[in-house]
Structures are given as C-alpha cells and as structure tokens.
C-alpha cells in the first residue's frame, strides 16, 4: 500500500508570535508562514473575518497551525473547509506565551487583575501608554484620560514577559516607561520569564496531529472550531 502523502504544514498567525516560530521551527517542518496583523485581537469580528479570509485562500489542502487563542471569541466558527486545523487551547495568547495553561492559571489565581506585556505588544504599540497618545490625538486629553481609565483602572499589576535576557535588556526601558504611566492606577509592575512549552509542543504535534493533547484542539477538514472547544472542565 503506497504511503499517503504528507499534506504542506502551514502557520497562520497573529504576527506577535513571528519571533517564537522563527527560533523554534526547524528546518523543513513549515512550509509556509503567514502572519496578520497584531490589530486584529481589537476587533474579533474583523480577526474572525481575517483568519477565515487567509485559511480559504489557500489552495491546496494543508495542516495550518493557527498561531492564536479563542482570543475573545475571535475563532469561534472557524471552517476548516480543505483543511486540517490545529490551534492552542488556550483563551488568548498569555497562557501561550507562559508556556502552559496550567501556569497561566496559578498567575490568574495569584493576581487575577494582571495586564501582560511581551515583546510583540511593545513593538506593534499596544499597550495602555501608547493607546492613551492615540486618544489624546483623536479626542483630546480630557477625553483621553477617561477613556483610557475606563479600560484599565482595575489592574493591580503590569508583568513584562520576555523569553530570554537579551529580550528583557532590549524591551525594560520601553516597559518600564508604560508601568510608570500605569502607576496613576497604582498597578506594580514585575518582570517575568517566559517558557517555549507551549510553541515546542505545538510544532512536535505538527508533525503528527493524531497523537492528540488536551492542550490543543484539531479540526479536520469540513470542520468548525466552536467555543465550547477552548472549555476545561
């Protein structure tokens, strides 16, 4: 019997996660990497819209590695159509980033007010110090001001998770600056390492989706990604 042939591994995924994939995909492993802009995690309706777009653009049948959480709801409803899905069972992208759900999940009980800063959210200028300076130029200060502190007067603490020293030295300053514009909320700013667990257990799964992992969900072909998926009971 001839071996079936293996489908084109495929990575579509929110560009804050471009540095990860380039250190940890091996040689050969992805075929092909796409990346859409960090903006979209904003707008779930237009995320949803974006990630169908690109999955349906793809012509010939693949494994697409989703580079995303449920991110407030963004993939709910996603078709596979010709393709086979595999996407991180995780709410958004910090659990991803900390390298395990279970992780991200004792910082939530630890402090649950928690505002997550990482290399790609410094570098696209999502962060509350840079959206502030978006209001004030399209509202003025005094709009500005209450805008901003409707989104983030309840935080307690701003953590700057980075996955090597390198990172931490190139991105402190930058992160220091927004914590010391968070500070008129009184959020504590920390540092942390991040962990590649989540990434390395992702691309080994790549290579053989029928293993299966509760960290990770996969769709097959003429299958939709639901809400209820991303659930741990």
């Given amino acids: 019997m001839a071996e079936k042939e293996k489908q084109p591994v495929v990575v579509l995924s929110c560009k804050v996660f471009k540095d990860l994939f380039d250190r940890l995909a091996s040689d050969g492993l ?11 995690h904003d707008a779930p309706r237009k995320l949803n819209e974006s990630v169908q777009g690109a999955l349906d653009a793809l012509e010939e049948p693949s494994l697409v590695v989703l580079g995303y959480g449920l991110c407030g709801n963004g993939l709910n409803g996603i078709r596979s159509g010709r393709h086979t899905l595999l996407i991180p069972r995780a709410d958004d992208c910090i659990a991803i980033f900390l390298g ?9 009980k630890a ?32 709009k500005a001001d209450w ?29 220091l600056e927004v914590a010391r514009f968070c500070e008129r909320w ?15 257990q992702l691309l080994d799964l790549a290579t053989d989706p029928a293993q299966g992992s509760t960290d990770f969900i996969v769709i097959p072909s003429d299958g ?4 209820m998926q991303f659930l741990r009971l």
């Fill in 30 to 40: 992805i075929d092909r990497f796409i990346y859409l802009d960090y903006g979209l």
């Fill in 111 to 142: 402090e649950s007010a928690t505002y997550y800063l990482t290399k790609g959210w410094l570098e696209s200028g999502s962060d509350p110090l840079r959206e502030y300076r978006k209001y004030v130029d399209r509202y003025g200060a005094q």
């Fill in 224 to 227: 939709e990604l639901k809400q």
């Fill in 186 to 200: 009184g959020m504590r700013y920390e540092e942390m390492r991040g962990s590649t667990d989540f990434f390395e």
């Fill in 100 to 108: 395990s759900y279970a992780r991200y999940q004792k910082e939530f």
């Fill in 147 to 175: 805008l901003i502190d409707s989104l983030y007067h309840n935080y307690k603490r701003l953590v700057f998770v980075a996955h090597s020293q390198e990172d931490l030295d190139a991105y402190r300053e930058r992160a």
